[in-house]
């Protein structure tokens, strides 16, 4: 953990794992790089739906978004959206 940076990928399938893995790199992104955005994977829970306007957390407007696209947030709304408050997708 000590040297991952914003960027490096971590695959991991098991949710148990994949939530404790989740913990310590957000501890690692808010100790080393606290000003540095997380990148998050816009994701809808029904993969059919293209072209979706979708609230970004910390941006004043929503956006039309893809599934797949990929945008930038402070650490602070990544672990919001992961823990559901901005909704399930």
């Known amino acids: ?3 991952w940076k914003p960027g490096d990928m971590i695959l991991i399938s098991r949710q148990k794992v994949r939530d404790r ?3 310590l790199l957000f501890k690692r992104h808010r100790e080393a790089f606290p000003q540095k955005p997380i990148l ?3 994701r809808s829970k029904d993969t059919r739906k293209q072209n979706i306007m979708v ?3 910390g941006r004043p407007n929503q956006e039309e978004l893809v ?3 990929v945008f ?3 650490l602070k709304y990544a672990c919001e959206v992961i823990g559901g408050k901005w909704g399930q997708d």
Do not use: G, H, R, S
């Open 40 to 42: 998050l994977l816009y």
């Open 67 to 69: 599934l797949n696209d």
């Open 72 to 74: 930038e947030v402070p």
């Open 1 to 3: 953990m000590e040297v």
């Open 55 to 57: 609230t970004i957390p």
């Open 21 to 23: 893995a989740q913990q």
